[in-house]
C-alpha cells in the first residue's frame, strides 16, 4: 500500500504543476506582462508633495528634451543644462498634479488596483502600434528612454485621470447636455491652421529655419495663403488638420503650452510669426520646430458635424483649468542625489528581469525532473515486484 501511496503522490504532484505551468504560459503570452525594476530605475531623485519621484521617470524627461533641443547650444553647454534642468522641473510635476486632483474626488493611486485596466490598456497599444509585438514595444521603450515600470506609472495615471473625467459627467460639473457642450465650445475653443518644419536628426537647422521664414514672406505678402502653405513643401505635417475637420479646435489645457497661447493670443484672421518651439515629429520624436500658427473662426457646423470628437476635449479642459491651479502649487524638490547628477551625462535605465518568464522556464525544468525521478520510482518500484513475485514460494 505505501508503493502504491508514493505512485499516486507523484502523479499528482506532475498534474499540479502541468497545471500551474499551464496557468503561467497563458500569463507569458500576454505581451504586456510587467518587468521587474532595476536598482537605478527606482533609486528616489526627489519629491513633488508627499510623492516620491523615481530616477526612470527625471531621466525620460531630461533625456527627451536635450536630445531635442541639444543642437540650439552646442557652445553653450551650461545653458543647455540650465535649459534642461528647468524643463524636467516644470514637468515633473504633471502627473502628480492629476493624482493629487483625482485625490480630491477620491480616486487614489493604487498601483495594484490600477493593474488590470494598465494591462487591458497596453495590450491594446501593442497591438495597435507595434504590430502586436512585444519585442517591438520593448525596442520602442529603449529608444524612447523609458522603462516599462514607468509606462505602467504613466498609463495608471491616464487611467485615474479618464474615472475623473466620468465622475465629473456623472456630478455635472462638465457639461453633459449637447446644448451646453456646444456653448461651452464655442465660447472656450480655439480653431487653428498652422504648418511645421521640423529639425530633424540629420537636418541643418539653419536650412530649415530660413524654410519657415521664406513660408512666413509667402503669407505676408499673400502670393500664398496658410491652405497653400499646409498643401506645400513648407509644410512637413504629413497630416494636415484640415483632413479632420478643416482646422485644429481646441480649448486650453489640451495643446502645447507654447501652441496654445500662440493661437490664444491670435485675434481671428491672424497669424503669429515663425514660432521656435519643441514637439513631436511625424515619428513620434521630441525635436526643434518651426511652426507658423493661423487662428480662425469658429464654424456651428463644423461643430456640430465633429461634435463627438470635439465634445471629448470638453472635460479635458475643465480639468486642465482646475489642475493648473494645484500644477502651480507644486514644486519638485530634488535629493543629494538628483542634484549631483549631470542632466548632460546621465545613465540610461534599464529594466529588470521578466520574473514570470523566469519562474516559467524554472517550473518546465522542475516539471522535467519530477518526470524523470517518477520514471526513475516507477521502475523501481515495478522491478521489485517482479524479484518479489518470482521469489516468493509457489503453491
Given at each position: 500500500?505505501?508503493?502504491?501511496?508514493?505512485?499516486?503522490?507523484?502523479?499528482?504532484?506532475?498534474?499540479?504543476?502541468?497545471?500551474?505551468?499551464?496557468?503561467?504560459?497563458?500569463?507569458?503570452?500576454?505581451?504586456?506582462?510587467?518587468?521587474?525594476?532595476?536598482?537605478?530605475?527606482?533609486?528616489?531623485?526627489?519629491?513633488?508633495?508627499?510623492?516620491?519621484?523615481?530616477?526612470?521617470?527625471?531621466?525620460?524627461?531630461?533625456?527627451?528634451?536635450?536630445?531635442?533641443?541639444?543642437?540650439?547650444?552646442?557652445?553653450?553647454?551650461?545653458?543647455?543644462?540650465?535649459?534642461?534642468?528647468?524643463?524636467?522641473?516644470?514637468?515633473?510635476?504633471?502627473?502628480?498634479?492629476?493624482?493629487?486632483?483625482?485625490?480630491?474626488?477620491?480616486?487614489?493611486?493604487?498601483?495594484?488596483?490600477?493593474?488590470d485596466d494598465v494591462?487591458?490598456?497596453?495590450?491594446?497599444?501593442?497591438?495597435?502600434?507595434?504590430?502586436?509585438?512585444?519585442s517591438s514595444y520593448?525596442?520602442?521603450?529603449?529608444?524612447?528612454?523609458?522603462?516599462?515600470?514607468?509606462?505602467?506609472?504613466?498609463?495608471?495615471?491616464?487611467?485615474?485621470?479618464?474615472?475623473?473625467?466620468?465622475?465629473?459627467?456623472?456630478?455635472?460639473?462638465?457639461?453633459?447636455?449637447?446644448?451646453?457642450?456646444?456653448?461651452?465650445?464655442?465660447?472656450?475653443?480655439?480653431?487653428?491652421?498652422?504648418?511645421?518644419?521640423?529639425?530633424?536628426?540629420?537636418?541643418?537647422?539653419?536650412?530649415?529655419?530660413?524654410?519657415?521664414?521664406?513660408?512666413?514672406?509667402?503669407?505676408?505678402?499673400?502670393?500664398m495663403t496658410m491652405?497653400?502653405?499646409?498643401?506645400?513643401?513648407?509644410?512637413?505635417?504629413?497630416?494636415?488638420?484640415?483632413?479632420?475637420?478643416?482646422?485644429?479646435?481646441?480649448?486650453?489645457?489640451?495643446?502645447?503650452?507654447?501652441?496654445?497661447?500662440?493661437?490664444?493670443?491670435?485675434?481671428?484672421?491672424?497669424?503669429?510669426?515663425?514660432?521656435?518651439?519643441?514637439?513631436?515629429?511625424?515619428?513620434?520624436?521630441?525635436?526643434?520646430?518651426?511652426?507658423?500658427?493661423?487662428?480662425?473662426?469658429?464654424?456651428?457646423?463644423?461643430?456640430?458635424?465633429?461634435?463627438?470628437?470635439?465634445?471629448?476635449?470638453?472635460?479635458?479642459?475643465?480639468?486642465?483649468?482646475?489642475?493648473?491651479?494645484?500644477?502651480?502649487?507644486?514644486?519638485?524638490?530634488?535629493?543629494?542625489?538628483?542634484?549631483?547628477?549631470?542632466?548632460?551625462?546621465?545613465?540610461?535605465?534599464?529594466?529588470?528581469?521578466?520574473?514570470?518568464?523566469?519562474?516559467?522556464?524554472?517550473?518546465?525544468?522542475?516539471?522535467?525532473?519530477?518526470?524523470?525521478?517518477?520514471?526513475?520510482?516507477?521502475?523501481?518500484?515495478?522491478?521489485?515486484?517482479?524479484?518479489?513475485?518470482?521469489?516468493?514460494?509457489?503453491?
Amino acid at each position: 500500500m505505501r508503493k502504491r501511496y508514493n505512485l499516486k503522490l507523484f502523479l499528482r504532484a506532475i498534474s499540479l504543476l502541468m497545471i500551474a505551468l499551464l496557468m503561467l504560459s497563458c500569463a507569458v503570452s500576454c505581451k504586456a506582462r510587467p518587468l521587474g525594476q532595476t536598482k537605478l530605475a527606482k533609486t528616489e531623485v526627489g519629491t513633488v508633495d508627499k510623492y516620491p519621484v523615481l530616477y526612470e521617470e527625471f531621466y525620460f524627461l531630461a533625456y527627451n528634451y536635450y536630445e531635442a533641443v541639444k543642437d540650439g547650444y552646442e557652445n553653450d553647454p551650461d545653458g543647455l543644462k540650465k535649459a534642461v534642468w528647468d524643463y524636467v522641473n516644470e514637468n515633473i510635476v504633471a502627473n502628480y498634479a492629476i493624482m493629487k486632483l483625482c485625490e480630491t474626488e477620491g480616486l487614489v493611486y493604487d498601483e495594484s488596483e490600477l493593474k488590470d485596466d494598465v494591462k487591458e490598456a497596453l495590450e491594446l497599444a501593442i497591438a495597435s502600434d507595434f504590430g502586436d509585438s512585444r519585442s517591438s514595444y520593448l525596442k520602442n521603450q529603449k529608444a524612447m528612454g523609458l522603462t516599462d515600470h514607468y509606462v505602467r506609472f504613466v498609463t495608471g495615471v491616464d487611467v485615474l485621470y479618464d474615472r475623473l473625467a466620468n465622475k465629473y459627467m456623472e456630478t455635472g460639473v462638465v457639461p453633459n447636455t449637447d446644448e451646453k457642450i456646444l456653448d461651452y465650445i464655442k465660447k472656450n475653443f480655439a480653431h487653428t491652421w498652422h504648418i511645421a518644419v521640423f529639425v530633424d536628426e540629420n537636418d541643418d537647422r539653419d536650412a530649415e529655419l530660413a524654410k519657415a521664414n521664406e513660408a512666413l514672406s509667402k503669407l505676408n505678402s499673400g502670393e500664398m495663403t496658410m491652405l497653400d502653405l499646409m498643401g506645400s513643401r513648407y509644410n512637413e505635417d504629413l497630416i494636415p488638420p484640415s483632413t479632420e475637420y478643416d482646422g485644429y479646435y481646441f480649448p486650453k489645457g489640451v495643446m502645447e503650452q507654447w501652441y496654445e497661447d500662440a493661437a490664444f493670443s491670435l485675434q481671428i484672421g491672424n497669424h503669429s510669426e515663425v514660432i521656435m518651439a519643441t514637439g513631436s515629429n511625424n515619428n513620434g520624436e521630441y525635436v526643434e520646430c518651426f511652426y507658423i500658427i493661423e487662428r480662425l473662426a469658429t464654424s456651428e457646423k463644423e461643430i456640430r458635424s465633429n461634435f463627438d470628437a470635439l465634445s471629448d476635449e470638453v472635460s479635458g479642459s475643465i480639468i486642465a483649468e482646475k489642475m493648473q491651479s494645484i500644477k502651480d502649487s507644486l514644486k519638485f524638490e530634488p535629493n543629494e542625489f538628483a542634484l549631483s547628477l549631470n542632466v548632460l551625462e546621465l545613465e540610461a535605465p534599464k529594466n529588470g528581469i521578466d520574473y514570470q518568464l523566469i519562474l516559467v522556464i524554472a517550473l518546465c525544468l522542475l516539471l522535467i525532473a519530477v518526470i524523470i525521478i517518477s520514471v526513475i520510482l516507477i521502475r523501481r518500484i515495478r522491478r521489485k515486484r517482479f524479484h518479489a513475485s518470482i521469489s516468493s514460494p509457489k503453491k
